[in-house]
């Protein structure tokens, strides 16, 4: 069954940083384009980042565009997100999530079809 464990989440003030990692110990990750998403408390979830198995494409929301980075290591089966200038809404809790199309990088939550657990994400003010 594939698994996807995310870490990295913790409480940060306002302007730090964090980076996230999500692990598929399971399966290869060089099948499947990959997602960031995030659900604050009472709010849909919603795409934060996204990246193809090559990584010759990623995107982002206009929330994060210039804060975040997303990339992969398909040797270590593994995806990160570099979160930088944290500002309170950013509070929510991150999901990683595998999308079959691998050529494809989307905020469509249709499009994915394994996710992690999530992991929390504070910033305080």
């Known amino acids: 069954q594939l698994q996807l464990v995310e870490s990295g989440g913790g409480l940060v003030q306002a302007g730090g940083s964090l980076k996230l990692s999500c692990v598929l110990p399971?399966?290869?990750?060089?099948?499947?384009?990959m997602g960031w998403f995030r659900q604050a408390p009472g709010k849909e979830r919603e795409g934060v980042s996204c990246?193809?198995?090559?990584?010759?494409?990623?995107d982002y929301s206009d929330s994060v565009k210039g804060r975040f980075t997303i990339s992969r290591d398909n040797a270590k089966n593994t995806v990160y997100l570099q979160m930088n200038n944290l500002q309170p809404e950013d509070t929510a809790v991150y999901y990683c999530?595998?999308?079959?199309?691998?050529?494809?990088?989307?905020?469509?939550?249709?499009?994915?079809?394994?996710w992690g657990q999530g992991t929390q994400v504070t910033v305080s003010s």
């Open positions: 399971t399966f290869t990750l060089d099948y499947y384009g």
């Open positions: 990246i193809t198995s090559s990584s010759d494409k990623t």
């Open positions: 999530a595998t999308n079959p199309r691998d050529h494809q990088c989307t905020f469509d939550l249709e499009a994915y079809d394994h």
